[in-house]
């Protein structure tokens, strides 16, 4: 397909259990991000990859949250240890270039922390 | 502090009218806007934005307004169709010079259009 796919598309964890999210973003696109929604909120962003160099981390919640992006173009979000709070829809969105445009998101990662 | 407000969380229009939907931002160095559609089970698709240098851009049934000495925009959709029926997310970015496309998103109005 030709726009941002996201797996698994539901996930659930008990608390206490790791978690990888994937996104596959569109083909040449430079820009990835990653955003958590929580229920009646907006997406709240989280990390921001250029190419492989992840390039703003500012939004990531805490250390259990890692993010890579090792040959700039599929990305994964590890969540560590997960607590309760942790349970949203984990969006992830890519551009094709580096400045003001918009973003294709994916369907996005719906975890649940038992 | 949310830096981006949408404060009606719905709305509701008959269909054929004019359906618009309001936005506020507190960060003076927001300079470019989007809207963002979003179905059920879908992620948020773009409709359409408007750079701080604009006070209006218009795209068919669409038109964003930009008031910056308010920082106050609006969506303006007319005439209004049943399938606009979704909730309708506002965000804005800074400087390409800082944090290059990172957006900060409202909270979304829900838009029911009623046949």
């Known amino acids: 397909g030709a726009g941002v796919s996201q797996s698994p598309r539901y996930k659930v964890a008990k608390r206490g259990q790791d978690v990888a999210l994937r996104c596959d973003p569109i083909?040449?696109?430079?820009?990835l991000f990653w955003y958590q929604q929580a229920l009646g909120q907006g997406p709240e962003f989280l990390t921001y990859f250029q190419n492989e160099a992840q390039l703003d981390k500012s939004g990531l919640p805490s250390d259990r949250f890692f993010a890579e992006r090792p040959e700039g173009s599929v990305s994964t979000l590890k969540i560590q240890r997960t607590q309760q709070e942790d349970s949203a829809v984990y969006l992830c969105a890519s551009s094709p270039g580096r400045g003001h445009e918009k973003l294709f998101f994916g369907s996005g990662t719906q975890l649940s922390v038992l | 502090d949310q830096q981006v407000k949408q404060n009606s969380p719905s709305l509701s229009v008959q269909e054929g009218r004019i359906s618009i939907l309001n936005c506020d931002y507190t960060?003076?160095?927001?300079?470019?806007f989007l809207w963002y559609k979003k179905y059920p089970a879908e992620g948020p698709t773009f409709l359409i934005s408007?750079?701080?240098?604009?006070d209006k851009n218009e795209d068919g049934r669409f038109t964003v307004f930009l008031n910056k000495s308010a920082k106050h925009l609006s969506l303006h959709i007319v005439p209004s169709q049943p399938g606009d029926s979704a909730v309708y997310f506002c965000?804005?970015?800074?400087?390409?010079?800082?944090?290059?496309?990172?957006?900060?998103f409202g909270d979304g109005t829900t838009l029911t259009v009623k046949p």
């Open positions: 960060n003076s160095m927001f300079d470019y």
């Open positions: 083909s040449g696109h430079v820009s």
């Open positions: 965000a804005a970015s800074g400087s390409p010079n800082t944090n290059a496309g990172k957006s900060t």
């Open positions: 408007i750079s701080s240098i604009k």
